[in-house]
């Protein structure tokens, strides 16, 4: 299906990958994997013709469709939601709007029939069933996307997203190139896709920070490290067991060179100068000329160390929500919502996207008010707060130390080694605030979170732009953590890492409080959750 020969990338003097020889069969749904900046973006790009490697090439069966995930959710502002998902086959596209135009002239001549009748067999040929209307349909409804017509212009970002993932998936490609599509995704909408991506028989390369929709779908790893990409049977799990075999292997021979090295460097320094002894130091010093004793290669993974400690015990009072109301125009968010946190109590908050999940978040840190209701805060809680937008309100010219430095946290020197646990380097801690990707914000605020030491942590997505070994540290961190945790997350390992409550808002005030985790909560639904 695909074929990758010799194929380096560099940006400069940066080498990113080189020498990468691959095939990429039918029926396999490759994990493209690795720490953020090693190149994995850069890779699927190069795989569908974005951009050129500076050396080697790509080799793609004729006659194969090919699907790309759209990246830009604004491009197409001026589509109805429908038409824009039938873009996704452009040819049946043309040929359906073409169609519909001259259906609407005044007059038919016999140069338009004659130009139906063409675009009806393209029309023929692009969708045999004549059920594109349905098929379009059918996946937005899927994703909770249910008013067709809709501009869109006129729908939130996250679901323009959702558009451009329905887009793709509408012609049925023989080759899928997805880059992160489970972002912006409800629990409900990743099962959904995972489903249809397991219906898929052609060949698939995602890129994912989600672990579980990993462990879920791919098939095969691709792994990008050590300045190579390496093929992995079975999906993420295995990967994991398998590449740290192989590394522990490699340190044990190595380790194995290394004392072989030091005893015949002892032999040859202690008999070399002995005649009688001559021949066997001479054949010695051949054998250790022969040695090879290969570095072992630096991964580009790094995993964070996000440990949560707290300033102050709690007391006996916590947390309590009372006969919490709050609409957003005839959008009924709570509707009398009672709720009390407990001593020990780590919640997850999940649901649909636009049901409050963020709202929820606000009201109980005072950044919006309810309707009606109170919310009360004990008087030994000192709360920290993780907002979804963290991304746009980390906008200052201060560098990473400065911006955390305040009249709580002084110290400097404490502040440099909590960003150093967060992988920030020295050099990397003189950026400015303004300057930091996506991920480096993220873990920024979770460097802020560290240093204020809160007893309540409230957290709106936090693990969004967080690489895989990230989210793995925040669910442990969040895990032993002593005190409260509320957290909203649509990723399905970082709350089985930490939930023993979880918060299902439904939708027009309906909320659902279990006690246990999310895979027992799981376990009463009859749907696939």
């Known amino acids: 299906m695909v074929e990758i020969k010799n194929l380096t990338m560099r940006f400069g003097t940066q080498l990113l990958f080189e020498d990468i020889n691959l095939t990429l069969n039918k029926g396999n749904r490759y994990g493209l994997i690795g720490a953020n900046g090693a190149g994995k973006s850069t890779f699927l790009k190069i795989l569908s013709g974005e951009i050129e490697a500076s050396s080697g090439e790509i080799s793609i069966d004729s006659g194969l469709k090919v699907g790309v995930l759209g990246q830009d959710q604004f491009a197409f502002e001026n589509f109805t939601l429908k038409d824009a998902v039938l873009y996704g086959n452009k040819r049946l596209y043309d040929a359906v709007k073409e169609k519909e135009r001259l259906y609407m002239s005044e007059e038919?001549?016999?140069?338009?029939?004659?130009?139906?009748?063409?675009?009806?067999?393209?029309?023929?040929?692009?969708?045999?069933?004549?059920?594109?209307?349905t098929r379009c349909e059918r996946i937005l409804s899927s994703l909770g996307l249910n008013e067709y017509d809709k501009l869109m212009s006129e729908i939130e970002n996250s679901d323009k997203f959702k558009v451009l993932l329905a887009q793709v998936l509408f012609p049925k490609p023989d080759i899928l190139f997805l880059d992160e599509p489970t972002n912006n995704l409800d629990i409900e909408a990743i099962s959904w896709l995972e489903n249809e991506l397991n219906r898929h028989d052609g060949t698939m390369v995602v890129i994912s920070h989600d672990r579980h929709f990993l462990n879920g779908v791919c098939t095969d790893i691709l792994d990008v490290d050590f300045k190579k990409v390496r093929e992995f049977a079975g999906n993420y799990d295995d990967w994991y067991i398998a590449s740290n075999l192989i590394q522990k292997q490699a340190q044990m021979e190595r380790d194995k060179k290394l004392k072989e090295k030091e005893e015949l460097e002892k032999f040859i320094a202690r008999f070399s100068a002995n005649a009688s002894k001559a021949k066997q130091a001479t054949s010695r010093q051949k054998k250790l000329d022969k040695l090879d004793i290969s570095d072992i290669l630096t991964s580009s993974r790094r995993e964070p160390s996000i440990v949560f400690k707290m300033n102050r015990e709690i007391g006996n009072e916590i947390l309590e929500l009372n006969e919490i109301s709050k609409s957003f125009g005839e959008k009924i968010i709570f509707d009398k919502f009672n709720f009390k946190l407990e001593k020990g109590d780590k919640v997850a908050i999940i649901g649909k996207n636009g049901v409050g999940k963020s709202t929820l978040c606000k009201i109980i840190t005072a950044e919006i008010l309810p309707d009606s209701g109170s919310v009360h805060l004990g008087a030994t809680i000192e709360p920290g707060y993780f907002a979804q937008d963290i991304n746009s309100?980390?906008?200052?010219?201060?560098?990473?130390?400065?911006?955390?430095?305040?009249?709580?946290?002084?110290?400097?020197?404490?502040?440099?080694?909590?960003?150093?646990?967060?992988?920030?380097?020295?050099?990397?801690?003189e950026k400015s605030v303004k300057d930091l990707s996506g991920g480096e914000k993220h873990r920024v605020m979770l460097s802020k979170l560290m240093l204020i030491k809160p007893n309540l942590l409230i957290l709106d997505e936090p693990n969004n732009h967080l690489d895989l070994e990230a989210i793995i540290a925040l669910g442990e961190a969040l895990y032993?953590?002593?005190?409260?945790?509320i957290c909203v997350s649509h990723d399905r390992e970082l709350i089985d890492a930490f939930a023993n409550r979880i918060i299902h808002l439904k939708g027009d005030g309906e909320v659902v409080d279990f006690r246990g985790s999310f895979e027992e909560y799981r376990n009463t639904l009859y749907q696939d959750y």
């Open 108 to 133: 038919f001549t016999d140069e338009i029939n004659e130009r139906l009748s063409e675009l009806e067999i393209i029309t023929a040929e692009e969708d045999p069933t004549y059920e594109y209307e």
């Open 480 to 485: 032993q953590f002593r005190g409260n945790v």
């Open 393 to 429: 309100k980390l906008t200052s010219d201060l560098k990473l130390y400065e911006h955390l430095q305040d009249s709580k946290n002084k110290d400097l020197d404490e502040i440099r080694r909590c960003l150093g646990r967060m992988l920030f380097s020295g050099a990397e801690q």
